[in-house]
């Protein structure tokens, strides 16, 4: 039932996502091939692509927050890539695809925190997680009160979205799962970031999927 609607939807997304230049042409066919999959998933179903389209709106927001300043500092990352839907959306998209409501929610609101985090929070004077010392917006590992503030707000987003949805069996379960997991998925992120990332030993993408991975791993403790 309405299968055929469903999928001419997620074409249309996928064309809309590449139109506006938010993600290129093979961001934009991987996100609808995951798409596709999780809908006709038997253990998932069209709920669980509306919370993904949630995170990739909320993400879409944030990066229109306060375009010039970004642009000023040569931080603005406009079009993203496949590797950025991979690194961001593969955990959910395994976890979805096995039902497992705890480490998708953990998995999306880790990355739902981190892109709010990032993109709201650099208009702040960050501090680098590790020592605390003040640097430059857009350094890996950097940190704000901001956007640690809205990060944890995005994530409960994402919690109360997942109940009302039908994903999550309980309100205060998805709401645990969505801020516990996110934020700590986001902080791991920072960590990564500013141990790892800043050395050269990973990059941006091998940071999302650690995170996101970690978000997920913590879904799946706490919803139990």
């Given at each position: 039932m309405y299968y055929l609607e469903y999928l001419i939807l997620v074409l249309f997304l996928g064309y809309l996502t590449y139109k506006k230049g938010a993600l290129?042409?093979?961001?934009?066919l991987f996100m609808a091939a995951m798409a596709i999959i999780i809908i006709y998933s038997p253990t998932a179903g069209f709920n669980w692509f509306i919370l993904i389209i949630t995170f990739l709106i909320l993400g879409l927001l944030a990066t229109k927050y306060k375009t010039e300043y970004k642009k000023e500092l040569n931080i603005f990352e406009k079009t993203r890539t496949a590797k950025n839907v991979i690194s961001n959306g593969i955990i959910a998209f395994i976890a979805?695809?096995?039902?497992?409501?705890?480490?998708?929610?953990?998995?999306?609101?880790t990355a739902t925190a981190d892109t709010l985090a990032s993109e709201i929070g650099i208009t702040q004077t960050p501090r680098l997680?590790?020592?605390?010392?003040?640097?430059?917006?857009?350094?890996?590992?950097?940190?704000?009160?901001?956007?640690?503030?809205?990060?944890?707000?995005?994530?409960?987003?994402?919690g109360i979205l997942a109940y009302f949805l039908g994903i999550s069996?309980?309100?205060?379960?998805?709401?645990?799962?969505?801020?516990?997991?996110g934020t700590i998925g986001c902080f791991i992120d920072s960590i990564l970031g500013a141990s790892l990332e800043r050395r050269n030993y990973i990059n941006n993408e091998h940071v999302n999927l650690l995170a996101t991975f970690s978000g997920g791993i913590i879904g799946l403790l706490l919803s139990y």
């Open positions: 290129d042409l093979e961001g934009s979805a695809t096995f039902g497992l409501y705890g480490p998708f929610i953990g998995a999306i609101s997680i590790t020592s605390f010392e003040k640097v430059k917006p857009g350094t890996d590992g950097a940190i704000s009160i901001l956007g640690t503030v809205v990060g944890i707000i995005g994530a409960g987003i994402i069996p309980d309100p205060v379960i998805s709401l645990r799962i969505s801020v516990i997991a």
